[in-house]
């Protein structure tokens, strides 16, 4: 075997940064003061924030030791299921930062804003081309807002129909964040039950279809890593009974150029632009979830929109049916601009990505099925769920695998979700990953498995490597310190 | 394609061991009906010469400064930001993590996120902080709906002077939901008008902004009073320039129970309007209604320090459909850029650059003064401030953007009875010499 990924390294200590500052150091070049002083009266006067004073330097090692704890898709293999930690392309940094973008104000007349409104006309055209459906608002700062923006529509468009439809269909594989948009916009999640194949039944939809239900929120593929193949059956049901289809796109990874929503009766859809489309995750955020819809709920979408008209192009509020504003501004555009550069990078490139994304959870799948629990042998798509119900005779839990697997050098998968997987670990490689890196990931969890019969210790203690081992949530929950 | 590290016989040993052909077998399971017969319509991958030409080229159709003397805020502010700032936060061991799920190996991330919450803890005089909102305008309206789940009332009341973009989503979020919203009209000295505002104990939450779209600095602490005179109304403040309280009084140390608003300001681009930063804070005995996450300190299981994401179960993946927000994400990065931002200027910085942006706008607003146009409020200002010109000034305004120069927003638009008048901004980025220019164009 070649020498292990992991190694041990020099990693230092670093107190809080109040820890550390004195009094009269300064990190910070203050401007000339051209002006005079303006003296404020007295009972508006605040003491000033008791910020601590460091230097320039003592703020690049804290801020350089903090970032050497951290462990990112640049430093290594980073499976995280449903969050598709790809590869951010260093090139799209460099866009988002260019001049004329990151020092632009949003609120200049639209001849003096050309260049964005450009970029945002022309993303929403490419986001509409790769899923089909017709219109897109990029406002959604995130998945979760984009959700929102999408139940939001869902309402306005029954309410505009002079319906009072107030539920929405779950399936047992959705995300979180699902019921918790759905009921924030005042509907009542119904949830149903996916079946032994790990997808929704035309059946389990149809029985609790009624004519109460506003839509159904599927995510597509699911979080199983599995294409819900009665999707267009569904979609003709739901539909049928007056109700609209919203999908999760947050896996879309797996299907560019492969499914167009519109053809198989998709109504709306949000997109995850730092999961699909390369943007960077920050550590979590910002990210930004874009809405697609059909022609139908255009007129709904948040204002304001951008809008061509003679060659040029502006923002417009001029839609009396939109749901509203969902942003101080227009989204954002710091992350927008990154997407389009991969967009642009790749162009048609982009089916090819979903190809090699769906390939390389496939590999996974089929190499490491008999060393993990596999609870659905199907192809799957751009992920694959295990559980660890083959370590459980040695007291062995998903978590522990989790952590051992730190001290391989990778990032673990997600643990315990889907919950419809007991004791779930959820892979997702992404295309980034080359088979070289795949198989000593693969060599790493057989080795683990291995360890958790020879030897479950190494895994109750791990991580034994990173700087501290494993932390005790509970007594940060019992007794939560949230500031220093 | 160099993010696509596949060979083809990488590709075709692959398939080979899941048992396939092609790269097309592989997507056998979508239902025939279900797949795309076209090809993506889309342009032909550009190389990174080519992008960059073509970026360069739309980067160069706005106008920045300092090509342009801008003299606006309205809730983006342009401010200096270190280089240390900029370098710092291009370590992609931070930008290129996800959420701190595993926290031995993203204590980077956690500590930060610690040292950010603190840092807007004292800056707001606040007990509790997150760094989860996505922007000033949805943190306020989170802050609404998080007053209306503590006291279980089913109105708010907003003032008139809180950016009109910001009631617009406090609008879009409150109304899906079927809340009311009151507007509270304003005064001649341009600050909330809270005479009108009777039954108090029907109000969830009376939100107030300070300094106020107009820049006036709102008298926090007597509105405050009132607010509390029924015991459970829940006094909201909002900000959109936070740099405002290196100098003036915090909202805390006012009466606030949630202060929640925009942190750009604090060392992020202004990007065309984002991503922001929404910073949100409240008293300690709210935390359990607090939306978005949390980190919280902790100790390993050799006692060593550490950071961990905490007080999960108010969350959407634990409490699903009642959770206190749908919200999953930090907005991580940005709270970072405002933490380094905030460790470079320290305390003694942050109270000279806010003093100032404050000499600075005075400056300005004296010299328009002077100049012969109109400050129709006449209360005390941070760094905006709102003139009236003369009627005529719509054409001035326009040469002075063939000039190169921005002479604020006019206001008309969001206050129809406020024709004329147009909002003023001047932080450490403009020079006297610029100023000085501007006032000379408002005298010709």
Same mark, same amino acid.
């Not at chain 1, 819809?293 to 929109?305: A, I, S």
């Given at each position: 075997m070649k020498e292990p990924l992991s190694t041990t390294g020099l990693i230092l200590n670093e107190p809080l940064l109040w820890e550390k500052g004195k009094k009269g150091r300064s990190g910070f070049s203050l401007p000339q003061r051209d002006v005079d002083v303006f003296p404020m009266d007295d009972n508006l006067l605040g003491n000033g924030p008791d910020f601590p004073d460091l230097s320039e330097l003592d703020v690049v090692r804290h801020y350089t030791r903090l970032s050497q704890w951290n462990y990112g898709v640049d430093s290594g293999m980073y499976p995280l299921g449903s969050c598709t930690m790809k590869y951010n392309p260093k090139i799209n940094e460099r866009q988002a930062s260019l001049h004329g973008i990151a020092f632009s104000h949003p609120m200049l007349p639209a001849e003096l804003s050309q260049g964005i409104l450009k970029i945002m006309f022309h993303l929403e055209r490419y986001l509409s081309e790769i899923t089909g459906l017709p219109a897109v608002t990029l406002q959604p700062a995130a998945g979760a807002q984009g959700e929102l923006a999408g139940m939001m529509m869902i309402k306005a468009f029954h309410q505009n129909s002079g319906s009072t439809k107030n539920k929405i269909l779950i399936p047992d594989t959705a995300h979180g964040t699902n019921p918790a948009s759905s009921a924030i916009c005042g509907f009542t999640p119904v949830p149903v039950k996916s079946n032994e194949l790990g997808v929704l039944s035309l059946e389990s939809v149809?029985?609790?279809?009624?004519?109460?239900?506003?839509?159904?929120?599927?995510?597509?593929?699911?979080?199983?890593?599995?294409?819900?193949?009665?999707? /267009?059956?569904?979609?003709?049901?739901?539909? +049928?009974k007056g109700g609209l289809v919203y999908v999760d796109g947050a896996n879309m990874n797996a299907i560019m150029g492969i499914v167009n929503m519109d053809d198989i009766g998709v109504d709306i859809m949000h997109l995850n632009l730092h999961k699909t489309?390369?943007?960077?995750?920050?550590?979590?955020?910002?990210?930004?979830?874009?809405?697609?819809?059909?022609?139908?709920?255009?007129?709904?979408?948040?204002?304001?929109?951008?809008? /061509? /008209?003679?060659?040029?192009?502006?923002? +417009?509020q001029d839609f009396p049916q939109s749901i509203g504003r969902l942003h101080a501004f227009y989204g954002n555009v710091g992350v927008l601009i990154k997407a389009y550069s991969y967009i642009l990078s790749m162009g048609s490139m982009l089916k090819k990505a979903s190809q090699l994304a769906v390939l390389n959870a496939n590999y996974l799948k089929e190499r490491l099925k008999g060393t993990f629990h596999l609870p659905y042998d199907r192809p799957c798509m751009h992920e694959c769920v295990f559980s660890d119900k083959l370590q459980e005779e040695n007291r062995v839990t998903t978590l522990d695998i989790a952590k051992r697997l730190i001290d391989y050098g990778f990032h673990p998968p997600t643990v315990y979700f889907p919950l419809v997987v007991h004791g779930a670990i959820m892979m997702e490689p992404t295309e980034s990953e080359s088979r070289e890196t795949l198989d000593l990931f693969i060599e790493a969890c057989k080795a683990i498995a291995d360890e958790a019969k020879q030897n479950p210790e190494l895994l109750f203690e791990a991580p034994t490597k990173p700087k501290v081992r494993r932390m005790d949530e509970t007594k940060a929950a019992r007794h939560p310190y949230l500031a220093g | 394609?160099?993010?696509?590290?596949?060979?083809?016989?990488?590709?075709?040993?692959?398939?080979?061991?899941?048992?396939?052909?092609?790269?097309?077998? &592989?997507? *056998? @399971?979508?239902?025939?009906? @279900?797949?795309?017969?076209?090809?993506?319509?889309?342009?032909?991958?550009?190389?990174?010469?080519? &992008?960059? $030409?073509?970026?360069?080229?739309?980067?160069?159709?706005?106008?920045?400064?300092?090509?342009?003397?801008?003299?606006?805020?309205?809730?983006?502010?342009?401010?200096?930001i270190p280089e240390v700032v900029k370098q710092l936060i291009s370590r992609s061991e931070f930008y290129t993590a996800y959420t701190p799920y595993q926290p031995e190996i993203s204590q980077g991330t956690l500590q930060a996120i610690y040292e950010y919450q603190t840092i807007v803890t004292l800056l707001l005089g606040m007990d509790v902080a997150n760094a989860s909102m996505y922007d000033g305008a949805s943190a306020l309206a989170e802050a609404l709906l998080m007053a209306i789940r503590i006291t279980k009332r089913k109105k708010v009341a907003v003032s008139r002077l809180i950016n009109p973009y910001y009631r617009q989503v406090v609008q879009t979020y409150l109304s899906a939901q079927g809340y009311e919203i009151v507007e509270l009209p304003f005064l001649k000295n341009g600050t909330t008008d809270l005479s009108g505002l009777h039954d108090l104990e029907e109000f969830a939450a009376v939100a107030i902004q300070s300094p106020n779209f107009f820049g006036c600095i709102e008298d926090l602490k007597s509105q405050g009073e009132r607010i509390h005179s029924d015991r459970k109304t829940m006094f909201v403040t909002a900000f959109t320039e936070p740099l405002a309280y290196g100098l003036i009084k915090n909202p805390g140390s006012l009466g606030s129970d949630i202060a929640c608003g925009e942190g750009q300001s604090l060392g992020v681009p202004q990007s065309f309007g984002g991503p922001g930063l929404g910073m949100f804070a409240s008293k300690t005995k709210y935390v359990r209604s607090m939306p978005g996450r949390l980190v919280g300190q902790t100790t390993d299981k050799n006692g060593k320090r550490g950071f961990v994401l905490t007080l999960a $179960?108010?969350?959407?993946?634990?409490?699903?459909?009642?959770?206190?927000?749908?919200?999953?994400?930090?907005?991580?990065? @940005?709270?970072?850029?405002?933490?380094?931002?905030?460790? @470079?200027?320290?305390?003694?910085?942050?109270? =000279?650059?806010?003093?100032?942006?404050?000499?600075?706008?005075?400056?300005? =607003? =004296?010299?328009?003064?002077?100049?012969?146009?109109?400050?129709?409020?006449?209360?005390?200002?941070?760094? *905006?401030?709102?003139?009236?010109?003369?009627?005529?000034? =719509?054409?001035?305004?326009?040469?002075?953007?063939?000039?190169?120069?921005?002479?604020?927003?006019?206001?008309?638009?969001?206050?129809p009875e406020l024709s004329d008048h147009y909002l003023l901004c001047a932080t450490e980025t403009n020079t006297r010499e610029d100023m000085d220019a501007l006032i000379k164009e408002v005298k010709s």
């Open positions: 149809a029985s609790v279809m009624d004519e109460d239900i506003a839509g159904v929120m599927i995510t597509n593929p699911n979080t199983l890593g599995l294409f819900e193949e009665n999707i /267009k059956e569904i979609s003709g049901i739901v539909h +049928s489309f390369s943007t960077p995750h920050g550590g979590g955020g910002p990210g930004a979830g874009p809405v697609c819809v059909g022609k139908d709920l255009e007129p709904f979408l948040p204002v304001p929109r951008v809008v /061509k /008209k003679n060659g040029s192009y502006f923002l +417009s | 394609m160099r993010y696509l590290p596949h060979t083809d016989q990488d590709i075709n040993e692959m398939l080979k061991e899941i048992g396939l052909k092609t790269l097309d077998d &592989l997507f *056998e @399971c979508i239902p025939k009906e @279900c797949r795309r017969t076209d090809d993506l319509n889309l342009p032909k991958p550009l190389t990174e010469w080519d &992008l960059n $030409t073509h970026m360069d080229n739309l980067a160069a159709e706005m106008a920045v400064p300092p090509d342009y003397k801008i003299f606006l805020g309205a809730g983006s502010y342009n401010h200096y $179960t108010r969350e959407q993946h634990i409490r699903r459909e009642k959770a206190t927000s749908n919200i999953c994400s930090n907005q991580g990065l @940005c709270a970072l850029s405002t933490a380094m931002y905030i460790a @470079c200027t320290g305390g003694t910085g942050i109270r =000279k650059l806010a003093a100032l942006n404050h000499d600075k706008a005075e400056y300005l =607003k =004296k010299g328009l003064m002077d100049a012969g146009a109109v400050i129709p409020f006449d209360t005390p200002i941070f760094n *905006e401030f709102v003139v009236k010109f003369p009627s005529d000034f =719509k054409d001035t305004y326009a040469g002075l953007l063939k000039k190169k120069m921005v002479a604020g927003l006019s206001i008309a638009p969001f206050y």
